[in-house]
């Protein structure tokens, strides 16, 4: 089966600007995570959505993140304006049953 | 609030040598117990889990213990290769955070060096 696939790879912005990741789950997987992993650091969760209704965002800063899942496939997660310290690896990963989550090769964003 | 903590940080041992690998958290009241692999530019591999009732999981090469009472978890990789060089993480599931949620340490780095 395909696995978690995540776009673009890297990304270099300034600061202020805004950005946002696209994620596409394994097919049927009602769970996705959004994970954010400072280098150095394991990966911290931002948001889960379980199919389109969000799950636990208490992590993720409303000021200037947002994600969505529509139609309770594919999801977008944008940061809007960037931090130098926003800079890290944007982890999503999907769900299917209980325990297995399945990771995405990340995107590495690098702000300026 | 529940801390995962990984030591060391790093690790560096010659082919053939077994690896032992440390994860301990403060909150004992976990679902589950992952252990996975991160290797550079990819997302992370599950390698083993084990729920809060068990002691133990084998894979392979790979087994890894739990003590829920004491807050630690070892990962065993039994005659390393060079092929096992990668950073692992270790992460809880707890009972009272939402179904799934994982709480990750900081991972080790290892180096199996031929």
């Known amino acids: 089966e395909a696995g978690v696939a995540q776009s673009p790879r890297y990304k270099i912005i300034e600061k202020r600007q805004s950005v946002a990741f696209w994620c596409n789950p394994i097919?049927?997987?009602?769970?996705l995570y959004w994970y954010q992993q400072i280098l150095g650091q394991g990966p911290k969760l931002l948001i889960q959505f379980q199919n389109n209704g969000v799950v636990d965002d208490s992590q993720l800063p409303k000021d200037r993140f947002s994600a969505e899942r529509l139609k309770g496939v594919d999801s977008t997660l944008k940061i809007q304006p960037a931090k130098l310290e926003d800079s890290a690896v944007y982890l999503c990963?999907?769900?299917?049953?209980?325990?297995?989550?399945?990771f995405g090769p990340g995107t590495r964003l690098t702000v300026t | 609030k529940q801390e995962v903590t990984q030591i060391p940080a790093a690790l560096s041992v010659p082919e053939g040598e077994n690896l032992v690998l440390n994860c301990s958290f403060t909150?004992?009241?976990?679902?589950?117990l992952q252990w996975f692999r991160q290797d550079p530019g990819k997302g992370l591999t599950s390698l083993l889990l084990?729920?809060?009732?068990?002691r133990e999981q084998t894979s392979g090469r790979l087994n890894a213990s739990l003590d829920k009472s004491s807050g630690r978890s070892t990962l065993y990789i039994a005659a390393s290769q060079p092929g096992d060089s990668a950073t692992y993480l270790c992460a809880v599931e707890k009972t009272t955070d939402s179904w799934g949620k994982l709480q990750f340490g900081a991972g080790t780095q290892v180096v199996v060096t031929p």
């Open positions: 990963a999907s769900s299917g049953s209980a325990y297995e989550q399945y």
């Open positions: 909150d004992s009241a976990i679902y589950n």
């Open positions: 097919s049927g997987h009602a769970t």
């Open positions: 084990i729920q809060s009732s068990q």
